[in-house]
């Protein structure tokens, strides 16, 4: 590789998903523009992910399996992999965030998408980010309104999303203090996306059209009357949120979001599925509690659900329970 050329680092967080991050670690192995250096950060401890790791490295590729003591959530992991990656990187290097069980989508992604961020970079020197699907938020009615970039060039946003390999420059990553741990899973890239915009930083969206569509299981579910079963994925959809919400200046909007998607849509369900309309009225009511008082951190035990946590947080945007 070229002395100018920035390095590329990768980083996977897993979570009892040893085949999936294997399929995803050969895809990654086989793109056209290799990762520099991968970090796989696992909050599982499982064999098989450091397996799946040693296998990668086998391919020819650098890589360090991060073993975490507990399980901080993705947040937390990709918060210690960017620690990690400061103290080798240089301000002008890229990191960018896989998936363990949502391989890119082809080999050209991750050479196009760096192809981009130079580019990008050279037209403004405060950009932070770049990715293919991204998103602007609406602070009245706490919501994001999907931007995809055009065939005519980009789009600014306020956040990348994470599923969509987004690619972050160090030094404006490390310069807001990486991702917020605390947050666990839940709006950790809208969180961290709103930080690098308060702080003078641009984020923008590339041509999504020309790339592979995702699987239909990424797609945002139309909103329902009904209540899914209770899942722990929407109460720290529905914490981190109400805590963006608050931590930016928009407590009304917190309040709002609280009685309309916390609590109100559970009592319009109560005459019809009682039992599951309480139960999802005691969650949401820790959740609204716990985000009010910046209660964060893991503080509901994951029940091992592996429905795609993207669809989860879209529902929630969405006006989902």
Not at 306 to 321: C, F, Q, V, W, Y
């Amino acid at each position: 590789m070229d002395a100018s050329e920035p390095r590329l680092f990768g980083i996977v967080p897993t979570f009892r998903r040893p085949e999936e991050l294997a399929v995803s670690l050969r895809v990654s192995a086989d793109q056209s523009r290799p990762l520099d250096v991968l970090y796989v950060v696992d909050n599982s401890d499982l064999p098989e992910n450091e397996r799946a790791v040693a296998s990668y490295v086998e391919l020819g590729h650098a890589a360090h399996y991060l073993r975490m003591p507990e399980n901080r959530g993705p947040a937390g992991a990709i918060a210690f992999a960017m620690d990690r990656i400061g103290d080798e990187a240089s301000n002008d290097d890229w990191i960018v965030l896989l998936d363990d069980d949502d391989p890119l989508p082809d080999r050209s992604i991750l050479a196009d998408l760096l192809a981009s961020g130079r580019e990008m970079l050279a037209r403004d020197r405060r950009l932070a980010a770049v990715g293919v699907r991204g998103a602007i938020m609406d602070w009245r009615r706490a919501r994001l309104l999907r931007v995809d970039g055009s065939e005519a060039g980009y789009a600014a946003v306020d956040y990348l999303w994470s599923n969509w390999a987004p690619f972050y420059r160090v030094g404006p990553a490390l310069a807001v203090g990486g991702y917020a741990s605390e947050l666990f899973f839940g709006f950790e890239e809208l969180e961290f996306g709103l930080r690098l915009r308060a702080a003078g930083y641009s984020l923008y969206v590339f041509d999504a059209n020309r790339r592979r569509p995702r699987p239909e299981r990424n797609r945002t579910p139309d909103p329902k009357r009904g209540l899914d079963p209770l899942d722990w994925r929407r109460y720290y959809s529905l914490r981190n949120l109400i805590h963006i919400l608050r931590t930016n200046g928009y407590s009304a909007t917190a309040a709002r979001v609280a009685l309309v998607r916390g609590i109100g849509k559970p009592l319009a369900n109560l005459p019809v599925t009682p039992r599951l309309a309480l139960a999802h009225l005691r969650r949401n009511l820790a959740a609204i509690d716990d985000g009010w008082r910046g209660r964060l951190g893991r503080t509901l035990e994951p029940d091992g659900s592996r429905r795609a946590m993207k669809t989860s947080i879209d529902a929630s945007l969405r006006g989902g329970s």
